[in-house]
């Protein structure tokens, strides 16, 4: 078989074990469901840490080319900002055992799972920042204002959401509209820049 379509079925198979079993998945158990030896899982992927590379391009590609099309949506500002939120949560409401994978080590794990969403979040921020900056008037202080607004609200909607994940005290579409609420201060109050922009950027890749 193709190692990139086998490659693929091995990442799948990853990803219904952890769903099932959490961030401590074993290889073995990995190897079972993708009906093959261990052996030849570490023939892709080197070895664990490997595999969790692999997923974290994978989840992180995805979660970052869904986050960048829903700025880039034509919507009033309060809809962008509810729909940019949706997209986050839902992304990691639909592999809840992965994201926490790549978002909180486990003891003495040397592999480096549990930061691996670092970078995306870094990346979230800029384009948070960017779409601050091109679209609204924040008079003088705009350029920090915007880079301080992006990595706030990327910060808050990550700790907002591991919270909201874990304890689930409402609805996806209730805490869109609590975090939205949170943000719609000054936010609401500034005006359009003339000339906004949509968000530039690579071509949004499709969500996984």
């Known amino acids: 078989m193709d190692p990139e379509p086998r490659r693929e079925q091995l990442l799948n198979a990853a990803?219904?074990?952890?769903?099932r079993e959490g961030p401590g998945a074993s290889m073995?158990?990995?190897?079972?469901?993708?009906?093959?030896?261990?052996?030849?899982?570490?023939r892709h992927f080197g070895d664990r840490n490997g595999l969790v590379r692999a997923l974290t391009e994978r989840h992180t590609g995805g979660l970052l080319a869904a986050v960048r099309a829903a700025l880039a949506e034509p919507l009033e500002r309060r809809d962008r900002v509810e729909h940019v939120l949706d997209t986050y949560l839902a992304g990691i409401e639909a592999r809840p055992q992965v994201y926490r994978l790549l978002t909180h080590p486990e003891p003495g794990d040397p592999s480096g799972a549990g930061n691996a969403?670092?970078?995306a979040l870094q990346q979230i921020a800029e384009e948070i920042t960017r779409a601050v900056a091109d679209q609204i008037d924040l008079g003088?202080?705009?350029?920090?204002?915007?880079?301080?607004?992006?990595r706030a609200i990327t910060g808050?909607?990550?700790?907002?959401?591991?919270?909201?994940?874990?304890?689930?005290?409402c609805s996806r579409t209730r805490m869109v509209q609590a975090l939205a609420d949170l943000l719609w201060g000054r936010l609401a109050a500034a005006a359009d820049?003339?000339?906004?922009?949509l968000p530039a950027g690579p071509a949004p890749e499709p969500a996984d």
Do not use: C, F
């Not at 990803?15 to 769903?19: A, E, N, P």
């Not at 073995?28 to 570490?42: H, M, Q, S």
């Not at 003088?140 to 992006?150: H, S, V």
């Not at 808050?156 to 005290?169: I, K, N, Q, T």
């Open 117 to 119: 969403l670092a970078p």
């Open 156 to 169: 808050m909607v990550l700790a907002a959401g591991d919270w909201w994940l874990d304890s689930r005290p």
């Open 28 to 42: 073995n158990a990995i190897a079972a469901e993708a009906g093959i030896t261990k052996p030849i899982l570490y």
């Open 15 to 19: 990803d219904r074990v952890i769903q």
């Open 193 to 197: 820049l003339p000339t906004a922009a």
């Open 140 to 150: 003088a202080d705009r350029e920090l204002l915007a880079e301080a607004w992006g």
